[in-house]
């Protein structure tokens, strides 16, 4: 349990005297020194993590690599020590693909997790000092400040106009006012905590002292975290489905061992010589470059990810992201900006438009068709120069240089309250800055906001002498200390009709899911005021403005995106309803069949009553973390894939339960980073599109090259199974047979692991997760090619050893050069799911060159005489050449004849 909400109702010297702390003083380092020895360091618990030795030794746990070993030992133990290393060369290597892509991707993730190391500012000794936050111990007195974030659970002392962004822990996106009084009453919720301080939360605005009483996993975010290691890890479905595929091949090998050996036995051949066989057989049957190319395949795949500002940090879940049904994401920062921006006005009996989104400070008035230019507008003008005086926000320019050529960049940002920022960023819009009032105006003094006056106020003073009060706040608040309205650019009586027309404007930007305050002043005679009351009555109403976190633009043609591709995209945030619901609309998340609702309806709802709901839910508001892991627990009984976005500690229990999280890289905190797959290091929504396309692009390499391997071993196992049957010599010895799989499979293989995308990849829908690998005509694939590949090749081998009977080294040879080109023409097939000819076999030129340089290895075992002994070959003439390239050209040419008389079809993806 965490330990902050026990002190809530403490007074100053309560919580003193119980953490041992003199506030004057603070604790002294060795007392600090102690305390941190009984407590431990102020950090998350993590999952330990593997030493690189582990690591690498993790990589061959696979149950077919195991195989692979115990088929290495036998070999050993027969004598077949070439055999024995190339099948260690293979393990190896695969070990060492999987280990360095893992590794890399960890240490990714460490790299981003130091960028956003915290320090403290803490009182040790009398004197104030920066220390690492993981230093801090229950008792520290740490100071507070905008822009820093809280480094543990505290407990406010001194809190002067403290205001703290908790999105990350509560899902609210407006900052929370903040108090160092006590507060009375009995479970009072998180979002309610206003004389507390949470870990990892950041203060926009103000200044505080507090008192740490929380420190590592005793926090609010280590309730999360704790939560987090606890929820079930979800195996890929490409895990699934290769763990399926190792088993069939495994049973496969094992039952045409015995076949074979038996069968030879049988027919009175040596039992060795028949064993020795079988075990080729087996190295046939199991594909051993799989594990290493679809290593490779995930590995490119992650490359191509990082180029796309993607950090993968789990191989499969590129992969798994291409069958994920369901995008369920944060609000909040990912599908919005982040930054609070002023879309509409209300003043002078007309509403106004306001362009331009985020910090940038451009945009334009627009009333109707009429633009407006605010200089000449005195209404307009007078509230710009209202939204800029009466602020305490900073808008900032900053310039850095990006690029090849270093460019120069602009960029913007707002120090300082949300709110207030945007009003900075809408003044600047109108040409109104703080460089240019101040100009004409200085402060005298400032009454600021209060969560109980709901408003602000400032005294300025021009050249002249003039005073004016200037006042933002709540509209209905306002109002109600207001006389008079400005119009036309001057004061007139705020009749009750008018009042009306104003809270009937205010109302209609609300429903509008904008976040509104009204502005307004008054002349000032020039009396120094006592009380804010002294000067905030009498005031002269100017207009209203209408804010709201923007969605990011990007991410309305990638919700588009992922609709075409059959994925819903679902929004969770603890946000308010009317302002997700607004949000959605515009997104095109939420459409007229889809359903909203709340945390405190889905914990008024049964399990099975919410996941019936779900079906049909868009957008789910002010929602708890154990809210997210209901949601997405609902959506996986359905049968979906869920992905989960989010960047919060609150998104991070749900991360982990999804099928792939996706946290983001800059905003996203290291709980929600640790627990996912995914991290976006751009934090954009429109990269989740392009992770999806590249996770189906994977997925169809991988079955493409699970077709040409399995095709190609069918066609291997035929052949000496059925010369077995026929009671014929073996057509390929055993260093053939591993020389096909080693060479002739692998590199063609690879580079099917890099074939382009087809055209149709994003339109599709998402195919089911618990289909076989060998579905949607694979599996028929694999048999009729091997079948053809296995048949022309044995009637090669049966042409050429009937011609010369006692020349079986020649006919082998033929045998064994009818197989690979037989097979390095198949390669061209897989490249469609339909015939070679709907491909242009020339686009994916590293398949090209790997056919190339297949060919040439042929030719090299044939030719070279050092090496004709070792691969039992021999050269040969043009007839038999003939021969060679006829047979190993039918099986494809007659498949894709085929394939052309059938009906035109495209196999659906779901």
């Known amino acids: 349990m965490a330990e902050g909400s026990r002190y809530l109702d403490w007074g100053k010297e309560q919580l003193a005297d119980h953490f041992g702390v003199d506030p004057a003083e603070g604790l002294t380092e060795t007392a600090a020194k102690k305390r941190r020895n009984q407590v431990g360091p102020n950090r998350l618990t993590e999952g330990s993590s593997l030493s690189p030795a582990v690591l690498l030794l993790n990589q061959f746990k696979d149950f077919m690599v195991l195989v692979l070993l115990a088929a290495t030992l036998v070999s050993g133990l027969l004598g077949e020590y070439t055999d024995a290393i190339a099948i260690i060369a293979i393990v ?13 991707a960890e240490k990714s993730l460490t790299a981003l997790k130091e960028l956003s190391a915290p320090m403290a500012r803490v009182r040790r000794g009398g004197e104030w000092k920066r220390i690492p936050a993981a230093d801090l111990v229950p008792g520290d007195l740490v100071s507070l400040e905008s822009g820093d974030r809280i480094p543990a659970d505290l407990r406010l002392i001194q809190a002067d106009n403290l205001y703290i962004e908790e999105s990350a822990l509560t899902g609210e996106s407006v900052p929370v006012s903040k108090t160092d009084q006590p507060i009375q009453g009995g479970k009072v919720p998180l979002g309610d905590r206003k004389n507390m301080g949470f870990l990892g939360t950041m203060i ?13 996993m005793q926090t609010e975010m280590g309730k999360i975290a704790h939560l987090i290691q606890t929820t079930e890890t979800m195996q890929t479905p490409l895990q699934n489905r290769l763990e399926q595929l190792g088993k069939v091949l495994i049973i496969v090998a094992l039952f045409l061992t015995a076949v074979v050996v038996l069968t030879g036995i049988v027919h009175g051949h040596d039992a060795y010589k028949m064993f020795l066989a079988g075990v080729s057989l087996a190295v046939a049957a199991i594909p051993e470059g799989l594990p290493a190319i679809v290593t490779i395949a995930l590995a490119l795949g992650v490359q191509r990810m990082i180029r796309r500002r993607a950090i993968v940090r789990k191989l499969p879940s590129v992969e798994t992201l291409g069958c994920a049904s369901v995008i369920c994401s944060d609000k909040t920062g990912t599908l919005t900006q982040n930054k609070m921006t002023v879309t509409h006005l209300w003043l002078d009996g007309h509403q106004v438009e306001v362009s331009g989104s985020g910090f940038e400070p451009t945009g334009e008035f627009t009333s109707g068709k009429r633009k407006l230019v605010p200089k000449r507008e005195p209404v307009l003008n007078r509230l710009l120069e209202i939204a800029v005086l009466c602020n305490n926000a900073e808008l900032i320019r900053e310039n850095t240089r990006e690029g090849m050529l270093k460019r120069k960049q602009e960029s913007w940002r707002v120090d300082g309250d949300p709110t207030e920022g945007a009003l900075m960023v809408l003044g600047a819009k109108g040409k109104v800055t703080r460089e240019s009032v101040m100009k004409q105006w200085k402060r005298v003094k400032e009454f600021p906001f209060d969560s109980e006056r709901k408003m602000m106020s400032v005294l300025v003073e021009n050249r002249q002498g003039q005073q004016m009060v200037m006042a933002k706040g709540a509209p209905d608040v306002l109002l109600n200390r207001c006389t008079h309205i400005l119009q036309g650019g001057r004061p007139t009586p705020l009749t009750p009709s008018m009042r009306q027309k104003i809270l009937s404007n205010n109302n209609q930007l609300a429903a509008m899911a904008l976040r509104n305050l009204a502005l307004a002043y008054r002349e000032w005679s020039g009396v120094q005021p006592k009380q804010e009351a002294d000067m905030e009555k ?6 209203l403005a209408g804010m709201i976190d923007p969605p990011r ?171 077995m049957l026929a009671g014929m010599p073996l057509p390929l010895v055993p260093i053939q047979i591993l020389w096909v799989n080693l060479v002739t499979d692998g590199l063609p293989a690879m580079a099917l692991g890099v074939d382009p995308a087809e055209e149709d990849t994003m339109d599709r829908p998402p195919r089911n997760s618990r289909e076989s690998v060998f579905a949607r005509g694979v599996g028929w694939k694999i048999i009729s090619r091997g079948l053809l590949i296995g048949l022309f090749t044995l009637a090669a081998f049966w042409v050429s050893y009937n011609e010369a009977p006692d020349d079986l080294v020649r006919a082998q040879t033929i045998a064994f050069s009818t197989l690979v080109l037989a097979q390095l023409i198949y390669v061209f097939d897989c490249r469609s799911q339909l015939s070679i000819f709907h491909r242009n076999p020339l686009s994916n030129l590293p398949l090209v060159l790997a056919v190339a340089s297949s060919a040439l ?19 040969l003439g043009v007839r038999e050449w003939a021969l060679v390239i006829a047979a190993a050209s039918m099986p494809t040419l007659l498949a894709g004849v085929v394939d052309l008389l059938r009906p035109a079809r495209r196999p659906a993806h779901g």
């Open 92 to 104: 190896v290597l695969n070990a060492i693909l999987g280990f360095v892509q893992e590794f890399r």
């Open 204 to 216: 926009v605005r103000g200044t505080g002292t507090g008192l740490v009483v929380a420190t590592g």
């Open 538 to 543: 009498g005031l002269i109403f100017v207009g």
């Open 553 to 723: 633009e990007e991410v309305k043609d990638a919700i588009r995106k992922c609709r075409r591709a059959g994925i819903q995209t679902v929004m969770i945030t603890g946000d308010h309803q009317t302002t997700a619901v607004a949000i959605a609309k515009q997104l095109g998340i939420l459409t007229d069949d889809g359903d909203t609702i709340n945390g405190n309806e889905i914990s008024r709802m049964s399990d099975e009553e919410f996941e019936k709901r779900a079906k049909t839910i868009r957008v789910y508001a002010r929602v708890s973390p154990e809210h997210k892991l209901k949601i997405v627990k609902a959506l996986q009984k359905q049968g979906h894939v869920v992905a989960m976005t989010g960047d919060g500690v609150n998104d991070a229990p749900a991360i982990k339960a999804s099928d792939i999280g996706i946290a983001m890289g800059i905003t996203g905190t290291d709980v929600s980073k640790e627990a996912s797959s995914l991290v976006l290091s751009d934090d954009n929504f429109a990269t989740i599109v392009a992770a999806i396309e590249e996770g189906r692009s994977i997925y169809d390499n991988i079955r493409k090259f699970i077709s040409y391997l399995l095709a190609s071993n069918v066609g291997e196992i035929l052949v000496m199974f059925l010369a």
């Open 857 to 875: 290895l042929l030719l090299v075992v044939m030719y070279y005489p050092p090496l004709q002994p070792i691969f039992h070959t021999v050269s």
